[in-house]
């Protein structure tokens, strides 16, 4: 794959490029109010930190009707289910940041796993193109790279595009990008050098990197049992919020509703935080109390997506759940309080 | 594409109360399309989720074998929304299968030895799959002696009467029922499981445990075992989580890694005995 | 105008206190966040812990939520509003009188970080408050001085109860609270047609991730099982239903009626900004003027919606 360039004067064609056959999505408002919508292409903006909420919804969005019933008896297909699958329109993202395409790509590999594929994820994710913006200036409360990502990270990317003085650099990483890059009229150029020094910069701009390596390499039961969860979740409130905002949070319940003629089963949001995400019919809980929730949901993010998925972590830095959590839980330092741990003597 | 969260749409060709509380009722599906019956090809272990419309879904071990063609067994115990709906539906009625879901018992993996199959009250039903699979005459003769030890709280209590009085005039199985106290006219054992266990279970060389029941029975058959020399990789049993979506995707049925819906529910204790007791 | 490290001080030598003669096992307070304009609750066991008690422009959880069913004795951090509903959990039989001790904190109110935002857009990388009268902002390349006054949550605007005056001590000097809260907005909205007002509430939730964070962050939430979880029967469906989320918050609201005091733990922990207390203060205004009731101003009053009085002058009852 290859490097190309568009100059400031040629964006806008660019963009008009991009959004022929396809939906152009791409961050819109300020503040609360930034998140993906469909987009103009002369209304696509540079200007703007990061969408609010993670990206997540576009691929699995918060209630999503999975299939539909007749209730009646005497038809056919009375009684069966109907998938509600549908086509959707071929979408082009322009602005996704490098830690959210990561925590899609990590989401990707729950919903297409070694058994299973989930066609309703699967459906959304191969007929969208994702065109990373890297972040020059990552905010206070970024910690991407300490997570193993890059404000110029590449992965869950078709293309990483990034500023330059007149107009914008690309680097395509599929084949899916090269295309896009090319029937959009960019000029290839070598930009390995550039990438490399912007990179450095906003890594550094992050701050000393903390080190949670020695989370990697602890034993799982030695990190579960570590007495300090009890402290660590002390002051959780059990609301979901930081499971919401999550780019990587993935669970979900089904529920079915119905209605006079009929049915849909729908799967919305779940969040672990909760106590009946896991209770059991007999009324046992096997995560009881809000210690085993909240170490749940760090060994998920920080031990048990790494052994399932080569060593990735299931956190990506975005810093939403940081900023978010009303309580001020801040994954950076449980997380710093994991690699402290004291390993059983073998 | 092949879309894992729609049942296969069956019908309810009988429904046989189990128990003498009522509790537990067996249902035997028919599929609606009988092309569904060759994809939902299973093995005893595995699960499914049955799928009421409008109601929901619960996962439920397969009671019937793969030998028995033409329908396939679900033992439904009275507990929530869904199966109590379920124990109000009569023959005929249309209703969803999803599966087959999670890996079955390791048998192709334990030819050639013996095995003790424990199960108690109601997690009888992946086992009762098991063994009827097991003394196919075309299967039986690839494993060694077979051991079966099942208890319940009260004869009433007990599933599969029919079967395993017949097991029990067989030759090549040993079975051995137990119920936990003394009542009239009682033929069989008397006591809790994992005594009964300690008396009856052979020892341990070229033999597999495979265990199924609740929890309290597991905590203390478990040790029985061990004593007797059994070592963990040897001890198979199946777990029970709450479950949404039996795919590995929806998140909650987690021990440690591994997702009981997908990467079990069968497991070894030696592989257990690395993971969080979430269960 | 008191320091910020003056209170502090004051916090952290009663806290030391009383864990030393045993008057309490924890002391409930604040510590410093781990990110700008931010405090973390924080449990203090030991006179050591207690170093990392502080007081903040931004101490805007209300640390009563954690006093229902704790076992033991306990201190609490407690601004005017806290204090409150520390002394509801106690009416409510949440806790025992006896096994709770106050460490008032007269408060000139808590700061809304959305409205820093508005003031100030450029990312923050650091804050400085040294009174609680005003805070500095910084980041990269400008450093802003904002009034608490221009920023202040808009429940702190409205607040009669500044000073915890149930609270077992005060660790600084009273302050006024401000001018009675007249409802104005809440009239006008009533004054509506219920047409308009159901647009009103619609427009107002029509963010709502139903993650009841406000629930959650609210003290007066300790039901063990929340209607909305309660699965046989199922009151409410999962999804983003316009009408499920709705019922969540109007029964949310009646259920908090004549409870509630305004302490805006709800909409500081909303993470999509919703005004939620808009409902609480209906019911709040309904509560005042039928039954000039005001939650945690006494020890020995319960809510009027709880009790049932032969010589009440409803005849719904009846």
Known sequence: ?346 | MNNPYLPYPVRIAEIRVETEDKNLRTFKFEFLNPEDEEKFAYLPGQFAELSVPGQGEIPIGIASSPSEKGFVLFTVNRVGQVSSYMHNMKAGDIMGIRGPLGHPYPLDKLKGRNLVIIAGGFAVTTLRSTITYLLQPEIRPEYGKITFIYGARTPGLLLYKDEWMAWEKRDDIDVFVTIDREVPNWGYKVGFVPSVTKEVCPPPDNTSALICGPPIMIKFTQPVLEEAGYQPENIIMSLENRMKCGLGICGRCNVGPEYVCKDGPVFTLAQLNRLPKEY | MPQLSEITGKIRESAKKLLTSGQADVVIGYRQGTVPMATAPFFARTPEDCDQLVWSNFARVNLANYLSGRPGKVALVAKGCDARSAVGQVTENQILKDNLYLIGVPCTGMIDNNLVVAKEPRPISEVTETTDEAITVKGNGFSTDIKKEDVLRRNCKTCVNRTPKLANELVGPEVNGAAADDYADIKALLGKSLEERMAYFKDLIKDCLRCYACRNACPLCYCPICFVDETRPQWLGKSTDAMDTMTFHLLRGLHCAGRCTSCGACETACPVNIKVREFNRIMELTVQSNWQYEPGMSWDQKPPLTMFQTDDTADFIK
């Open chain 1, 1 to 346: 794959m290859s490097e190309y360039i568009i100059k400031q004067s040629a964006l806008a064609d660019f963009f008009k490029s991009l959004a022929n056959g396809r939906r152009l999505l791409s961050p819109q408002g300020v503040g609360d109010k930034c998140k993906l919508e469909e987009t103009a292409p002369e209304k696509v903006s540079l200007d703007f930190t990061n969408t609010h909420m993670s990206p997540k919804s576009l691929l699995f969005p918060q209630t999503e009707r999975l299939m539909a019933f007749h209730n009646e008896h005497d038809k056919p297909n009375g009684y069966v289910f109907q998938s509600a699958l549908d086509s959707g329109e071929p979408t082009v993202v322009f602005g996704i940041r490098p830690c959210d395409a990561r925590g899609l790509s990590i989401a990707n590999k729950v919903f297409q796993n070694d058994r299973f594929t989930d066609p309703y994820w699967k459906g959304k994710f191969d007929r969208t193109v994702f065109i990373g913006l890297a972040c020059d200036a990552p905010l206070p409360q970024c910690f991407c790279a300490a997570m193993g990502g890059s404000p110029f990270g590449e992965s869950g990317l078709d293309v990483l595009a990034f500023r330059q003085t007149d107009g914008l650099g690309f680097k395509a990483l599929t084949d899916k990008g090269t295309e896009l890059l090319k029937a959009a009229g960019a000029t290839e150029a070598d930009l390995a050098g550039e990438i490399k020094s912007l990179e450095a910069k906003a890594i550094e701009s992050q701050g000393v990197k903390p080190n949670y390596q020695p989370i990697d390499n602890l034993d799982l039961m030695d990190l579960f049992k570590d007495p300090h969860w009890e402290a660590t979740a002390e002051n959780c409130l059990n609301c979901g919020v930081c499971t919401f905002f999550c780019p990587t949070c993935h669970c979900f319940d089904i529920q079915d509703e119905n209605s006079e003629r009929g049915g849909v089963r729908m799967r919305n949001w779940d969040t672990c935080m909760s106590w009946l995400f896991t209770v059991h019919g007999t009324g046992h809980n096997p995560r009881p109390t809000k210690t085993e929730r909240v170490r749940q949901r760090f060994m998920h993010k920080l031990k048990y997506i790494p052994l399932k998925q080569d060593g990735v972590r299931g956190c990506t830095g975005c810093g939403r759940c940081v900023v978010m959590c009303p309580v001020n839980i801040d994954i950076r330092s449980v997380a710093l309080k994991m690699a402290q741990t004291a390993p059983t003597p073998a």
